[in-house]
């Protein structure tokens, strides 16, 4: 899709999304038995890890990581994606069903005790769709350098492009931004609970579908959408 297409608001949005990636994988990967939920390459090549019996990697949990990702990806595509063709819209929509699996995650969380396997698989699948929904949606989304969830392609044309400095700093910006949900992460799983950073992630969700959703009824939104 060319660059020159008004994308609007939807590049800070997704910013938000990409930090909201980072605050997940870090439950995921430091809590969940070194999982991610948002970054299927890892995933495949920690299945292999599992098979291989090397690493102390979980092949259930990757497996099922990688399953849930799948279907999360069809809901988004194939029922959220479906529903509006106004990006802002869609947007919106997405991010809501995202917030809802996630508050659901936060609920588990804060509820049970996150060291217990069947509760770790729990989280793996809800998490693991919300990424796939995420992923879908971003997809049909199109904003160039915003993938949301995963940076090889955003850093790789970093260096390795020539391109305008706007281009080069919403790549730069994307990859600090999940460097921040990293970070963030860490620091709340390290002071205070596992359910910390899935709630700061559903709020990152909650305001990015109401801005989306209060920005797409204006009427200069059709430039955008």
Same mark, same amino acid.
Request: glycine share 12%; aromatic share 4%.
């Given at each position: 899709m060319?660059?020159?297409?008004?994308?609007?608001?939807?590049?800070?949005?997704?910013?938000?999304?990409?930090?909201?990636?980072?605050?997940?994988?870090a439950?995921?990967?430091?809590?969940?038995?070194?999982v991610f939920?948002?970054?299927m390459?890892?995933?495949?090549?920690?299945?292999g890890?599992?098979?291989?019996g090397?690493?102390?990697?979980?092949?259930?949990?990757?497996?099922l990581?990688?399953?849930?990702f799948?279907?999360?990806?069809?809901? #988004?595509?194939?029922?959220v %994606?479906?529903?509006?063709? $106004?990006?802002?819209?869609?947007?919106?929509l997405? /991010? =809501? *069903?995202?917030?809802?699996f996630?508050?659901?995650?936060?609920?588990?969380?804060a509820l049970?005790?996150p060291?217990r396997?069947t509760?770790?698989?729990?989280?793996?699948a809800?998490?693991?769709?919300?990424?796939?929904m995420?992923n879908?949606?971003?997809?049909?989304?199109?904003?160039?350098?915003l993938?949301?969830?995963v940076?090889?392609l955003?850093?790789?044309g970093?260096?390795?492009d020539?391109?305008a400095s706007?281009v080069?700093g919403?790549?730069?910006?994307?990859?600090?931004a999940?460097?921040? #949900?990293?970070?963030?992460? %860490?620091?709340?799983?390290r $002071?205070?609970?596992?359910?910390?950073p899935?709630? /700061? =992630? *559903?709020g990152l969700l909650?305001v990015?579908?109401?801005?989306?959703d209060r920005l797409?009824?204006?009427?200069?939104?059709?430039?955008?959408?």
């Open positions: 060319p660059e020159s297409r008004n994308h609007g608001p939807l590049p800070a949005l997704l910013l938000a999304l990409t930090v909201a990636t980072g605050l997940v994988d439950v995921s990967y430091l809590v969940l038995g070194h939920v948002a970054n390459t890892g995933n495949v090549v920690f299945s890890f599992a098979l291989s090397v690493g102390g990697v979980s092949w259930s949990a990757t497996l990581a990688v399953g849930a799948g279907a999360g990806a069809y809901l #988004g595509g194939r029922h %994606g479906g529903s509006t063709t $106004h990006r802002g819209r869609l947007l919106a997405s /991010t =809501a *069903a995202q917030c809802a996630v508050i659901g995650a936060a609920v588990l969380a049970a005790a060291g396997r509760v770790q698989l729990a989280l793996v809800l998490l693991a769709v919300v990424m796939g995420q879908a949606v971003v997809r049909r989304l199109a904003v160039p350098d993938t949301t969830t940076l090889t955003t850093t790789a970093l260096f390795a020539r391109t706007r080069r919403l790549r730069v910006a994307s990859i600090l999940m460097a921040a #949900g990293a970070f963030g992460g %860490g620091l709340l799983l $002071h205070t609970d596992v359910a910390a899935l709630w /700061t =992630a *559903a909650a990015c579908s109401a801005v989306a797409s009824r204006r009427r200069s939104a059709e430039a955008w959408g």
